[in-house]
Antibody, heavy 123, light 107 residues
Framework: QVLLVQSGPEVKKPGASVKVSCKAS????????IQWLRQASGQGLERVGW????????GYSQKFQGRVTITRDKSASTVYMELSSLISEDTAVYYC????????????????WGQGTLVSVSS | EIVLTQSPGTLSLSPGEGATLSCRAS???????LAWYQQRPGQAPRLLIY???SRPTGIPDRFSGSGSGTDFTLTISRLEPEDFAVYYC?????????FGQGTKVEI
């Protein structure tokens, strides 16, 4: 079955960077884009960006441009999301999620989700 | 950019009753790229509806979606205990994609 397994919780100080991983299994990794979203406590969902797992093309929401980098390792079927210059408002659960349709390039609904990774930013 | 506004914020109902959740877009969607997700406490969202009205495999038929243009609706015909959760609409019509702020369905 399709699984997305994310790395564990992180605690960071303001100004630091965090790198969260998302390991995919149960499908052909290169056929589907992976998106990253986040959700602050008690709040709604916000898209961070996406990556084409085949060719590595990425797209980032304007809010995070310049601070986020999404990469993938095809040999490990893993996608990474690195967010830099952290501030307290970046405290949230970060989710990776898979495009529902192959070769959708991030322009898709999301039918498989990771379990979420809590990133806490505090001095 | 398109903003999605969901209403009501909270819906208080009993098991067995029906629920109607609304999602209004600030601009008309040019496609049918509108989805709905369910999120239970402490869990990741789950896709319920995509393409306005299509259900993924495994989603019960008591969930249905409808609408076009700027007005979209998620209907739950008979609430089961596990349906009490938060529901989000999501457009992927054009960049930037966006989610609504959510509707909580509570007992």
């Amino acid at each position: 079955q399709v699984l997305l397994v994310q790395s564990g919780p992180e605690v960071k100080k303001p100004g630091a960077s965090v790198k969260v991983s998302c390991k995919a299994s149960g499908y052909t990794f290169t056929s589907y884009a992976i998106q990253w979203l986040r959700q602050a406590s008690g709040q709604g969902l916000e898209r961070v960006g996406w990556i084409n797992a085949d060719n590595g093309d990425t797209g980032y929401s304007q809010k995070f441009q310049g601070r986020v980098t999404i990469t993938r390792d095809k040999s490990a079927s893993t996608v990474y999301m690195e967010l830099s210059s952290l501030i307290s408002e970046d405290t949230a659960v970060y989710y990776c999620a898979r495009d529902q349709t192959s070769y959708c390039n991030g322009d898709c609904s999301l039918n498989y989700w990771g379990q979420g990774t809590l990133v806490s930013v505090s001095s | 950019e398109i903003v999605l506004t969901q209403s009501p914020g909270t819906l208080s109902l009993s098991p067995g009753e029906g629920a109607t959740l609304s999602c209004r877009a600030s601009q008309s969607l040019t496609t049918r790229y509108l989805a709905w997700y369910q999120q239970r406490p402490g869990q990741a969202p789950r896709l319920l509806i995509y393409g306005v009205s299509s259900r993924p495999t495994g989603i019960p038929d008591r969930f249905s979606g409808s609408g076009s243009g700027t007005d979209f609706t998620l209907t739950i015909s008979r609430l089961e205990p596990e349906d009490f959760a938060v529901y989000y609409c999501h457009h992927y019509d054009r960049s930037p994609h966006a989610f609504g702020q959510g509707t909580k369905v509570e007992i």
